[in-house]
């Protein structure tokens, strides 16, 4: 059974540009949750996707945006970066009972 | 959001010997999660504990469910080289699919 996917694993922008990322969860699961990762400030909860519906949302600006399609796989946008967007973003789909996560290998952002 | 609470937040020993980590919440969670996270890479599910006082196992790795469902303990025997990483609990929130993360400890095994 194949893991989380995510793409691309690294990437570079200029600030003020945009950026997407994929996620293509685990066969079968419907819930995909997307995390910001920063040495200091460990994981961040971004959002929540189930059936294409955003359930929850973290507290973060509304650059970042998100949204899933009929397949489960899962987007995540960021507009006019900044520098402090630099950091990895980690893609976790759940179980059908939503009891446990399971991480892709994450995209590694930087953001000059 | 809030954060679980691990400690110790680092850790530096020898190879072999034997590793404890704890992480406690202010909250009851119905269910407790170990990860571990490599440099660079996603964090990979160690154990996963669903019952109150559980005990459970993944090789040299031990996990326990905390009696009053507010903590959880991870425990590594005969520490190796390969074991170097940060370890992160986590708990599901009541209605699932979102998950609260501690703030990770980091390992370091010197051979």
């Known amino acids: 059974k194949a893991g989380v996917t995510q793409t691309p694993r690294y990437l570079i922008k200029t600030r003020g540009q945009q950026v997407t990322l994929s996620c293509s969860p685990i066969?079968?699961?419907?819930?995909v949750s997307w995390y910001q990762q920063t040495p200091g400030q460990g994981l961040q909860f971004l959002f929540e996707?189930?059936?294409?519906?955003?359930?929850n949302k973290g507290n973060f600006p509304g650059r970042f945006s998100g949204r899933q399609f009929s397949n489960s796989r899962s987007e995540m946008n960021v507009s006019t970066l900044e520098l402090g967007d630099s950091a990895l973003y980690l893609c976790?789909?759940?179980?059908?009972?939503?009891?446990?996560?399971?991480f892709g290998q994450g995209t590694r952002l930087t953001v000059v | 959001g809030q954060q679980l609470n691990q400690s110790p937040q680092s850790m530096f020993i020898q190879e072999g010997e034997d590793v404890s980590m704890n992480c406690t919440s202010s909250s009851i969670f119905n269910t407790w999660l170990w990860y571990k996270q490599d440099p660079g890479e996603g964090p990979v599910l160690l154990i996963a504990l669903y019952k109150a006082g559980e005990l459970t196992s993944n090789g040299r790795l031990t996990a326990q469910f905390g009696i009053t469902r507010k903590d959880s303990f991870l425990n590594i025997s005969a520490s190796i080289p390969s074991d170097v990483g940060i370890y992160f609990c986590?708990?599901?929130?009541?209605?699932?699919?979102?998950?609260?993360f501690g703030t990770g400890t980091s390992l370091t095994v010197i051979p």
């Open positions: 986590a708990g599901p929130l009541p209605m699932g699919n979102q998950f609260y």
């Open positions: 066969s079968g699961h419907r819930s």
């Open positions: 976790a789909s759940s179980n059908i009972g939503g009891t446990e996560a399971f």
């Open positions: 996707y189930f059936s294409e519906t955003q359930r």
